[in-house]
């Protein structure tokens, strides 16, 4: 098994083991989807996403590909696509970085800190320049059913070594 390999399967597990569900979408470990709860003392408290990620062949020397599955209203996401803009994902990556840092420090950092100046959802950024409070609200409408349903959630955890076992999202 290559470097960049072992260091996928390592870094998958390690995202596992730090209590996120994880679904792999199929038989290799490069493209899975991952359950994110929104920060704390965020206007995404609360709200549960689906996150697909997509980790290249030159992981962990290239960044993985980070999207939200389901919506989510936020300047610095695309409204259509899901996908992220997020300068450490996009052009700061470093093989230092890992999974766990993803879901634990960039995306939440992210929702508690939109860059307006910066953004992929246009609409989303002129709203909160112009009206903080209407954006806010905006949020808070779009957002007010993204919390947690029984049955909707994925488990993926390590049995043996060499063995993972699967629940459907």
Not at 36 to 50: A, C, D, R, T
Not at 52 to 81: C, Q, T, W
Not at 102 to 116: C, D, K, M, R
Not at 125 to 144: F, G, N, S
Request: hydrophobic share 35%; net charge negative; with cysteine.
């Amino acid at each position: 098994m290559s470097s960049p390999s072992k260091r996928r399967e390592m870094d998958l597990m390690k995202l596992m083991m730090s209590d996120y569900k994880v679904e792999m979408i199929n038989d290799g470990m490069q493209e899975f989807y991952v359950e994110f709860n929104g920060p704390k003392e965020s206007l995404y408290q609360g709200g549960v996403w689906k996150i697909r990620v997509a980790l290249p062949d030159a992981y962990p020397y290239k960044s993985p590909s980070i999207g939200f599955v389901n919506k989510i209203y936020h300047p610095n996401v695309d409204e259509m696509s899901g996908s992220v803009c997020l300068d450490v994902i996009n052009q700061t990556w470093s093989p230092m970085f890992d999974l766990v840092n993803v879901f634990e420090v960039f995306l939440p950092q992210l929702l508690l800190y939109p860059n307006a100046s910066d953004p992929l959802n246009g609409e989303a950024a002129a709203l909160m320049m112009r009206d903080h409070t209407a954006y806010d609200q905006r949020v808070k409408e779009i957002h007010q059913y993204k919390t947690p349903r029984q049955g909707n959630l994925c488990c993926m955890s390590r049995t043996t070594s060499t063995q993972l076992t699967y629940a459907h999202w």
